[in-house]
Nanobody, 126 residues
Framework: QVQLVESGGGLVQAGGSLRLSCVASGRTFSMYAMGWFRQAPGEEREFVAAISWRNGNTFYANSVKGRFTISNARNTVYLQMNSLKPEDTAVYYC?????????????????????WGQGTQVTVSS
């Protein structure tokens, strides 16, 4: 099993920045990719970004491309969020997956991931 713990959420004004962190522990060697999803009230959980644990490939949702950057170091994955907009307001979830093709082609559906953190709230005020 893998445990994921997020941190770094908070309240920020539109145009501001936040950095989310997610520390993975346990059987991390089984993972091929880690990423971030978000869920706003009344909405489905949506893909934000992912990074291959094996080759560093990165994948982004169109809505955040050019504003968000995903990176990793050791057992931690980061999401640097710049130029934040009110529509970025959501609970952000860290996730990890054991599926090999996620490393090369990216996985964009929540059911392709196996491990989830508890979520961290990001609120962007206008």
């Amino acid at each position: 099993q893998v445990q994921l713990v997020e941190s770094g959420g908070g309240l920020v004004q539109a145009g501001g920045s936040l950095r989310l962190s997610c520390v993975a522990s346990g059987r991390t060697f089984s993972m091929y990719a880690m990423g971030w999803f978000r869920q706003a009230p009344g909405e489905e959980r949506e893909f934000v970004a992912a990074i291959s644990w094996r080759n560093g490939n990165t994948f982004y949702a169109n809505s955040v491309k050019g504003r968000f950057t995903i990176s990793n170091a050791r057992n931690t994955v980061y999401l640097q969020m710049n130029s934040l907009k009110p529509e970025d307001t959501a609970v952000y979830y860290c996730t990890g997956g054991d599926t090999e093709h996620c490393s090369g082609y990216g996985c964009y559906r929540a059911n392709e991931y196996h491990y989830w953190g508890q979520g961290t709230q990001v609120t962007v005020s206008s």
